[in-house]
């Protein structure tokens, strides 16, 4: 599940039209717009979210997926997440601020496709409880050019918990 | 501790004469330490499925109640239960959540154990005084450990009855769930884990037979499945609906396809299994599943299961355990399982289905979780507790079992009554008795 | 928790011969529990201002104690208080801090009841039994609620006396913060919320009279407030001054202007309205006014106020809660006020220094904050605890009211003495002992 190998460098105009697009998705995530967020996304993205089972330090830890989502699937989420009537768990909704940082950019197969890493920082207060709490991870975007623009083809973020501390998982990383 | 019992205004907790239950029992921590006593270190609780640890050495780590075991496969093939604390100064001996060991060595002082909890060494032996025996001093195992059709259980009272009989007629569906083909049932994944704010007893009675919330709590996913299958070209829909009570406060909830679906949802089972189902399952049974739509329900005090199907060749068997950690929080593990034989690609398709509904992150928990921890915070105080739950819609059903012709126990009808839940609350009110 | 009640002792943590307090009063939890027994589950608490919920439906979510409560103006524009929890499961009805609802539908089943608490339907009437009145299962009522001058207060008690007597003399005093004009007050914006890791008391004995204080903790703003006020030309500068005790453990402080600054302080009113407070004032009430530099004061158990202003233009009505939330921590709630009649401008310049000063982030808040919660944390520990707090210089002025005071009430000079502290102490003291 580690893929991350040595990350070549690519050029700085790449890497800022990456950090753009990382930074406008979680804008748009923390201010809920998920029909804007879906546009960012391309027809036949995948959305996978992975929690961990600690084990001795020779076998090494294992990942798990607690979410592996396709396109049709992630929809269904979001339509019940951003819709009033169709979700409890937000309604009222919860408060995010989402922290994408210490990117890295390689190329990836095509011309001016790439992967970014980035470590993930999610706060989330939820309407009802009077603490806020994090999810921390490292994250891993497969991003192509697609509809003329660089889209989010594959997600993968590798939360650093074994057990979430605050009821299931009721927004998008 | 005993003297908790005798609650404040002398109401009785489970009041089945009126349908109401206490509110106290869902947040007191008073409570809640009498449960451990007289429930969790006591009674038959599920620990695992065998395909979790499939080979010699393999172990996971479970909690029952407070007390933290390992789940091992010994060399002998046996499942054993170990408590995970050395016999020296208490060390876990595994700390992790899962793995494979050749023995258990304790971190701290080099105490090492053998897989059957056998004390090998203390790593300090020629100081040992001549008549301790080290025969006394291995890891402390479970009196009880059984297994049903791959489901293992432990117990810390060696009085309790045989695992087969504990369960009684619930075996006969928990056998159409978890051993319809020779290979039996196996999991996909390690258990999802996350914590929810709200008592152990709210996940259960959801679970037994909850037929009330669904509409309201789920109109999400209710709504966005249905609209997503008929896109897909086909949509499950639901018929004839009834709650079965066994002894021992297990029960389930089933429902049948709509009349003019005939197996419709049958097909969604893995294709090639299907054939085999009839080499392990009665021909009863099999006419039940040929019909069967939703299967829901809970072995009492704690393991939930369900199998749910909306679309074609979209469902999952899930194992759901409510573990408690107080009176007002519990961490829920839950496990997705297939058919051993069915296609790698099947089993893909259970796990993806299985947790987008009912994993850490699904669809139809996280509203459930949020409501079940208002509850608990809004029922925290003697204010609120001075006014019990109702369960009033059991009361006019509760004594009229229906003709249940397609499998044992006793059933009732409508589904969306509470007489599943309140046979759940008299049975966790009787283990709550010092007799009992 | 009605056991702790039972088996405490009628013990006195407060010494009023010799003028000490213990500390286990400011940090034990038992002591909190018995508090939430005797005091916030049982006195009227202050829960909001009337203009939060000026319309019919408008709620607020609040807390009384450790009870969750919905105050909403019902379809009559009468104002109600209800247990925020479903009678069902006990779900929380209103699960976001305030809105607007024609009725209150649990989102688990679909109970769904009135704004007047009164129960509409659940979702599953035809199964319930025919014994279940549902007149007996709407929300429960607060069965006390009564507003003065736009402060609505209730009570879990049905056996306290009427608020205006409850309030007794110190009404006199708030109707010259709340009531000086023929509309009222205004809540200018939702409450500041924080929460601090100290005891709930602390909040209310820094109101009622703690002027010695004042140099000490607050000594950055004001000698930044002097300095700028002195630059804009205008320092409002204090003169006599006194504390004010009623019954009940209310309490105030008064602090006039110095002598030749006649009725400076009073320009600071709003321009427009200054001549409609005699609409509703008494020329006492307005006497007292017009000398008035700063009255901060407590209404036991927990509802504070203060209007202090520095320069000219800039003074704000504040009040206060101090929630408890446990034996060491509190949850603070803090509104700003203005007359209902003012012009924008000066709403909006009262709001703002409203919360410079008292907010969340307020330049005055921010250093008690920083102490309460060292005191707080310095006393949890048995050491600490062998050695009471000191209120000694409370003891040679106790039995010394002073004569001519402006208003009601016993009035003790000078007002950097201990006196209206405790008066408080002594009250809660009264209140702690067992009920009759």
């Not at chain 1, 922290?99 to 009802?128: I, K, M, W």
């Not at chain 2, 896109?231 to 389930?252: I, L, P, Y």
């Not at chain 3, 008690?157 to 009531?179: I, K, N, Q, S, T």
């Not at chain 3, 520990?381 to 009430?409: C, Q, T, V, W």
Request: a negative charge; charged letters at 25%; hydrophobic letters at 40%.
């Amino acid at each position: 599940m580690d893929d991350e190998r040595g990350i070549a460098t690519v050029s700085d105009a790449a890497f800022l039209e990456v950090q753009r697009l990382l930074n406008r998705e979680a804008a748009l995530l923390d201010r809920r717009d998920y029909a804007a967020w879906f546009d960012l996304l391309t027809e036949d993205v995948k959305y996978v979210v992975t929690a961990r089972v600690s084990r001795p330090a020779e076998t090494g830890p294992l990942d798990y997926a607690i979410i592996d989502e396709d396109a049709d699937t992630l929809r269904l989420r979001v339509l019940q997440i951003g819709d009033p009537k169709l979700t409890r768990a937000e309604n009222p909704p919860t408060l995010t601020r989402r922290f994408v940082s210490n990117l890295e950019v390689e190329a990836a197969g095509p011309p001016n496709d790439y992967a970014a890493h980035t470590n993930l920082l999610v706060y989330r207060q939820r309407g009802t409880a009077p603490d806020g709490d994090f999810y921390a991870g490292r994250r891993r975007d497969l991003l192509r050019r697609d509809r003329g623009s660089l889209r989010i083809a594959d997600r993968l973020v590798r939360l650093d918990h074994n057990v979430l501390f605050d009821g299931s998982l009721s927004i998008v990383l | 501790m005993n003297d908790v019992t005798s609650i404040a205004n002398g109401d009785p907790w489970v009041d089945t004469a009126n349908g109401t239950v206490s509110r106290e029992i869902f947040v007191s921590e008073d409570v809640f330490c009498l449960e451990l006593d007289r429930i969790f270190h006591r009674l038959w609780i599920f620990l695992a499925h065998e395909t979790e640890i499939p080979n010699r050495g393999d172990y996971v780590v479970r909690t029952m109640g407070r007390v933290p075991v390992i789940v091992v496969r010994e060399a002998s093939g046996e499942v054993r239960v170990l408590l995970n604390s050395c016999r020296h100064r208490g060390t876990k001996l595994c700390r992790g959540e899962a793995g494979n060991a050749r023995h258990f060595v304790c971190p701290y002082h080099g105490w090492s154990y053998a897989l059957d909890g056998g004390l090998i060494s203390t790593s300090y032996d020629e100081h040992l005084p001549a008549d301790m025996d080290k025969a006394d001093w291995g890891l402390v195992p479970a009196p009880k450990v059984e297994s049903y059709k791959g489901l293992v259980f432990a117990a810390w009272d060696p009085g309790v009855s045989q695992l087969r009989d504990y369960l009684g007629d619930i075996a006969w569906y928990l056998d159409t769930l978890f051993w319809r083909t020779p290979g039996g049932m196996e999991v996909l994944a390690p258990p999802h884990r996350w914590r929810a704010r709200a008592n152990w007893k709210i996940g259960s009675l959801n679970f037994i037979g909850d037929g009330q919330h669904v509409a309201t709590t789920h109109a999400g996913p209710s709504t966005l499945n249905r609209l997503h299958s008929k896109k897909a070209g086909f949509f499950v829909r639901g018929g004839e609906s009834f709650q079965v009570v066994t002894d021992e406060g297990h029960g389930c909830t089933l429902t049948y396809l709509a009349p003019g679906m005939p197996e419709g949802n049958y097909l969604t089972h893995p294709p090639a299994l299907r054939d085999a189902y009839a080499e392990v399952l009665s021909a009863r049974q099999i006419s039940m599943m040929h019909h069967l739509r939703v299967m829901v329900g809970n072995v009492f005090p704690n393991l939930s299961f369900i199998e749910n199907q909306v679309a074609l060749g979209e469902k999952a068997v899930l194992i759901r355990q409510w573990q408690p950690i107080s009176g007002t929080e519990t961490e829920v593990l839950s496990w997705v399982l297939a058919e051993r034989e069915a296609s790698a690609e099947y089993k893909d398709r259970a796990l993806k289905h299985g947790f987008h509904n009912f994993g850490a992150g699904g669809v139809f928990e996280q509203d459930d979780l949020e409501l079940w921890a208002s509850a608990t915070q809004a029922s925290d105080n003697p204010i609120a507790q001075r006014f019990p739950f109702s369960f009033h819609s059991s009361l006019p059903f509760d004594s009229a079992p229906i003709e249940n012709a397609r499998g044992p126990g006793r059933a009732y009808k409508p589904s969306n009554t509470e007489v599943a839940q309140l046979a759940f609350m008299r049975r966790w009110d009787a283990a709550m008795q010092p007799g009992d | 928790m009605d056991d702790i009640v039972r088996s405490a002792p009628s013990r006195s943590w407060v010494d009023a011969a010799n003028g000490t307090v213990e500390r286990e009063a400011f940090v034990g939890e038992d002591v909190f529990r018995l508090e939430l027994d005797r005091i916030f589950h049982r006195l009227w608490i202050f829960l909001a201002h009337d203009s939060e919920i000026p319309d019919r439906g408008d709620y607020v979510v609040r807390t009384m104690g450790r009870v969750p409560v919905i105050v909403v103006r019902g379809s009559d524009g009468e104002v109600r208080v209800l247990l925020n929890s479903c009678r069902h499961r006990g779900t929380k009805l209103c699960r976001g801090e305030a809105g607007n609802a024609r009725n209150f539908v649990c989102r688990y089943h679909g109970w769904s009841y009135a704004i007047d608490g009164g129960l509409i339907t659940t979702s599953y009437d035809e199964h319930l039994p025919p014994g279940m009145d549902k007149a007996d299962w709407g929300l429960v009522p607060a069965p006390r609620v009564e507003t003065y001058r736009g402060l609505i207060f209730a009570a879990w008690d049905p056996g306290v006396p009427e608020l205006r007597d409850y309030l007794g003399d110190m009404a006199w005093y708030l109707d010259a913060l709340f009531w000086r004009t023929p509309e009222g007050m205004e809540a200018l914006a939702p409450p500041h919320r924080w929460r601090t890791r100290a005891n709930w008391k602390i909040g209310a004995l820094n109101f009622i009279g703690d002027s010695q204080h004042v140099r000490t903790t607050h000594a950055g703003p004001i000698a930044l407030d002097k300095v700028r006020s002195e630059k804009d030309g205008f320092y409002v500068q204090g003169g006599e001054s006194f504390q004010v005790v009623t019954d009940e453990g209310h309490g105030c402080t008064l602090t006039y202007l110095a002598p030749g600054m006649p009725e400076r302080n009073y320009l600071t009113h709003p321009p427009g309205l200054r001549g409609a407070y005699a609409d509703t004032l008494s020329a006492d009430q307005l006497a007292m006014l017009r000398h008035l530099r700063v009255m901060v004061g407590n209404v036991f158990p927990n509802f504070s106020f203060i209007e202090s202003q520095v320069a000219l233009g800039e003074k704000a009505v504040i009040i206060r809660q101090w929630q408890p939330l446990s034996g060491t921590e509190m949850e603070v709630l803090s509104w700003v006020l203005a007359e209902r009649e003012a012009a924008a401008g000066y709403k909006d310049r009262a709001l703002k220094h409203g919360f410079h000063n008292f907010g969340a982030a307020g330049v005055f808040e921010q250093d008690d904050l920083e102490l309460w919660a060292s005191a707080t944390q310095a006393s949890d520990n048995p050491i600490a605890r062998r050695f009471p707090y000191s209120f000694h210089s409370s003891l040679p002025f106790d039995h010394a009211p002073m004569e001519n005071a402006k208003g009601p009430g016993r009035a003790f000079q000078p007002s950097n003495t201990e006196v209206a502290q405790f008066a408080f102490m002594r009250r809660w003291d009264a209140a702690m002992r067992p009920l009759a």
